[in-house]
DNA sequence: TTGAAAGCGCTAACAC
DNA sequence: GTGTTAGCGCTTTCAA
């Protein structure tokens, strides 16, 4: 337990730890990296371990990587911590990195393309092994040039056409579908759309999630019920489900981008005094934490955001332990949450609509997993 | 614009950038860093510049590193970025750090002591310049040791005795008078806390400012109507409330250590057909996202905890510059935000408390802030 | 099985 | 002013 040095300040050095165990710096390193262990007598090991105890000695990755061109550490962009969807899947990394030895280096992006780059560059710099980007960005500067160049690179929350990059992403078209449905059951025909953005990946396929899920079930996609909005932001929803509002008023029922825009048609139901559920349903996307305590509780898609970040961290080790690991794209199932914000129509659906009945009726509470 | 390397692969090196300037590489260093950039030859310098614009060099931090002893990297130890709370505090540290080329290598504690200590050996392993900790648990293995055996450390959301060690809190003390002094201009007497975990600083310190500010107010102090809570989460705010309201009901206010627990208070209330503020008063404290949705809206004390962190980070530069720099420990000054959770009493206040009528009335909205 | 020696990319003390 | 040299702490050939 003794923390004496032999060098005069500062940590021991592997020499110092050769100096006690009587060999030779070299011998000590293999004596001390499990991969090259074999390499070295049982009783001399036993002794460099002993000496490196006795010193307290650690590694200096610093060192180490500068000679082995490894950094044991993953670049992690991101557009915003502060929103707990990200925090959620960075945690998943960090965890996920952890047992493998690799440590995350966090950035904040704030979905601006030259901050990322910057950022990149000074990750690049510091020698990272890889990226994993949760940057939501369409049509991306990343891909082309860095991907090609070596660079290995995780997406998440995000995917790309390309199948040369490995991606793990919720399942937003099954999560549409599940939202979309859940409406139709409670007998809504004429559903309205408050898409996220449609330069970020995620508001862009649900967007699509939408078109294919109304089609799915034989609703009318009518273009006037949709709107896009410039953000997720509570703001945009509020703007964009005032538009909707004022625009006409024959649907009762909305799917909104993400949890932020659907609070923004909260907004937007109070400045018109239109009761929810009762005048009008919405349903969010993500199940962002205290969702339940808003006023309705808000019905929404759980996204399982840490496991996201998690599976990132294990395809990210894949790419990194062997060079032709095939670049996996995974999806991830989400789950429909119903609480208090969507109910059964209350007028009867609007003229043109079918006379489809709804297959049956939802229990509320805890809900419909998909498969 | 070009982009050709002179070394076969990898990036640029200094030596590359030497070759094409004709110089040594020595000289390449002096001339890139501004620091020595005075010692070179003003032609020269241009020349190198150019050459390592063309190279498109970019320094190896690594190498740097390991021969300057400095990782221009800072460690930065958080319970759990998933808290809102921290996420705000860690991105005040990212910005403030940046512009002086600062990186923080960030890791979750989860307040647990051992992980906390296996995170920061990792760190000192990997030659971080200093710690920034937000980090809460009192009494903490991170002090006496570390910070005396020459580690740089910087304390946010909490601080210590000894004034040796830098340190950024809100001010508890006043943030808490805000609440109770509010809840007095309502026309309470007597006042409930919940308190957070003891263990916790931010706990200790809020109980610690309801005890002096009752006092300071002339207000009885009713240990039965203080519960101390496990941990900041709702369900620990529900039990505690519970315990309270079976206990009596003589009490028409409580100030809860934070907004979760306050959150459980509603929680207990609901349980029991309590009404709020109808019934009783809450006040939260931090100011958490989405608080003013719940229902009620919850008046609360807003923590900067953005401030927090990038205070956190001027601090750790300023000690990191100068060996000699002061270890300042600063209070940031906490706002009330009064919204929905707070009422004036509906019975008259109980028989003992004296008839002292409040000072003056307090408007909605926006809200008196600390000097 | 171990020692010797070279070198990762950079900086800094010293010499010219 | 600029070149020279010596290493930071580690890994990894190459010999022995």
Known sequence: MARRKLSLAGPATLRDVARVAGVHPGTVSRALNPQTRGLVNEQTARRVLEAAEELGYRPNPIARGLRTNRSHTIGVLV???????????????????????YTPLIANTDNDAAREQVAFEAMSARQVDGFIAATAVRDHWLLPDQVRSGAKVVLVNRRVASDAIPAVTGNDHEGIRLAVEHLAELGHRRIAHVAGPQALYTGWSRHQGFLDAMRALRLEVDPSLIVFSDAFTEREGARCCGELL????????????????????????????????????????????????FRPPLTTVRVPHYELGATAAALMLEQLRSREAPPRQLLLAPELVIRGSTAPVAEPPAPRASTRTAAKSTTAGETGTSP
Chains 1, 2 share one sequence.
């Open 79 to 101: 557009p915003d911590l502060m929103n707990s969807l990200f925090a959620a899947v960075v945690r998943g990394i960090e965890d996920g990195l952890r047992e493998a030895g």
């Open 246 to 293: 004022d625009r006409r008023r024959d649907f009762a029922a909305i799917v909104a981008g993400n949890d932020l825009l659907a609070l923004g048609c909260y907004d937007a139901f109070e400045a018109r005094g239109l009761d929810c559920p009762g005048g009008v349903s919405v349903v969010g996307y993500n199940d962002m934490p205290f969702v339940d305590r």
